[in-house]
């Protein structure tokens, strides 16, 4: 079963910080992404992924996105 994505995506304000964050450095677990209620949109669409001990990280795609955001 193939997940449908919209043509255009428009991140949320959390979203955008969420990428930010990681951006910078900070990591962010699985379980803390649940808790703060990050959306799996970001993962699904590949802006974010997850590092070898399971954190996520932002990847080329999810900085392009805040590049984007910020002109």
């Excluded at 900070?26 to 649940?34: E, G, I, Y």
């Amino acid at each position: 079963m193939n997940t449908y994505h919209a043509p255009h995506f428009d991140p949320t304000v959390d979203e955008l910080a969420t990428l930010k964050q990681l951006e910078m450095g900070k990591l962010v677990s699985t379980p803390q992404a649940l808790k703060e209620h990050l959306s799996g949109r970001l993962y699904e669409r590949g802006y974010i992924g997850k590092n070898s001990t399971g954190q996520l990280t932002i990847t080329d795609t999810g900085r392009a996105l805040i590049r984007r955001q910020d002109n």
